[in-house]
């Protein structure tokens, strides 16, 4: 699922809704959480389940599908073995993408105050925590985040997963911390240039789009979203890849290159790989653009197939000011005929 923010981008139940709208686009990018387990642990699984019913794969397609898989796993693994913790990451990436903020604290609960845990495992617990704490909690979040990194930094570098880095880094965009994120992001570039890492390059250069957008940075954007599609295409997994077309399409936008942003809206929906909001989001997009270049009734073409009931649920602001632009635009429209 796409956010609507400028880039795809949870205390009572109002608050935790109004945070999830900033937390789709965020990790809707991939599967950050879960990728951590899966160095040197993939051959070690072999044998449990059937090729088609594997778990790293069953988790990077369907979030819904990965949480009913993890479930019956973990039932199945000693508790807290070094698999019972893959697959309890695993669930937690799933209820996040799905949303489930309220069952994904109730299962985060019991491990923040655990220090005899995996140093992995430690940090995946904090960060979900820090991501899905309410604004009013934000120095509990800023606390939790520190304490990651933190752990992180007792972890010998040589043998660090670089997905952890990119986890963080992830984080630290959800709580503005850009130029820290992006500082954080950009020694990975180099170090792994000549290493093929699809799912931790997709995750880099998405990432760093993120940070380089928030930084003004459009012309690196662009690059990155563009490193990031082609990581998308080697990862093999549409839905990931059409979410990387729809952030270059974007990229163009901002550059005011509509001609580009339209054709890569169109690629991406071309895959039939995204859901009825995503639709929503690009023909808002292409509403937006139209008006940009003054072509008023396109605009109100493209924004009449724009559904403003799931619009107003996560982006009424966004929906009252193009409107508000809509509107003048008409008005001056037909102050000069």
């Known amino acids: ?146 304490q990651a ?34 500082d954080m992001l950009m020694p990975l570039v180099a170090k792994y240039q000549h290493r093929y890492m699809p799912r931790f390059k997709h995750e880099l250069f998405e990432n760093l789009g993120h940070f380089a957008l928030r930084l003004n940075k459009l012309g690196d954007h662009l690059e990155y979203r563009q490193l990031a599609l082609e990581w998308a295409r080697a990862l093999g997994n549409n839905i990931q890849v059409a979410i990387s077309l729809y952030n270059v399409a974007r990229a163009y936008q901002m550059l005011s290159d509509y001609s580009n942003a339209m054709d890569y809206f169109m690629q991406a929906e071309q895959l039939e790989a995204l859901g009825p909001n995503d639709q929503n989001l690009i023909n808002f997009r292409r509403a937006e653009m139209s008006l940009a270049q003054g072509r008023l009734d396109e605009a109100i073409e493209y924004y009449g197939k724009v559904d403003k009931v799931i619009g107003a649920k996560f982006y009424r602001a966004l929906l009252s000011e193009f409107e508000l632009a809509l509107t003048q635009a008409k008005s001056a429209s037909q102050s000069a005929e």
């Open 149 to 182: 990194i933190e752990v992180l930094e007792q972890i010998n570098e040589a043998h660090r997963d670089p997905l952890i880095v990119v986890q963080i880094a992830n984080a630290l965009n959800q709580q503005g911390e850009y130029q820290r994120g992006y």
């Open 1 to 146: 699922m796409l956010s609507w923010p400028s880039q795809l981008t949870a205390s009572d139940q109002t608050s935790v809704r109004a945070k999830n709208a900033k937390l789709i686009g965020h990790f809707a990018m991939g599967v950050l959480a879960s990728a951590l387990w899966i160095q040197g642990v993939q051959a070690e699984h072999s044998g449990k389940l059937a090729p088609s019913e594997d778990i790293h794969t069953i988790c990077a397609l369907s979030p819904r599908q990965c949480l009913v898989s993890t479930e019956k796993l973990l039932t199945q693994e000693p508790s807290e073995s070094r698999r019972w913790f893959q697959y309890k990451t695993y669930q937690f990436d799933a209820l996040f993408q799905l949303l489930d903020i309220e069952a994904l604290a109730r299962e985060l609960a019991p491990w923040l105050d655990r220090d005899d845990i995996p140093l992995k495992f430690k940090i995946s617990v904090l960060i979900y925590s820090a991501k899905t704490l309410p604004e009013s909690q934000k120095a509990l979040a800023n606390q939790q985040m520190n």
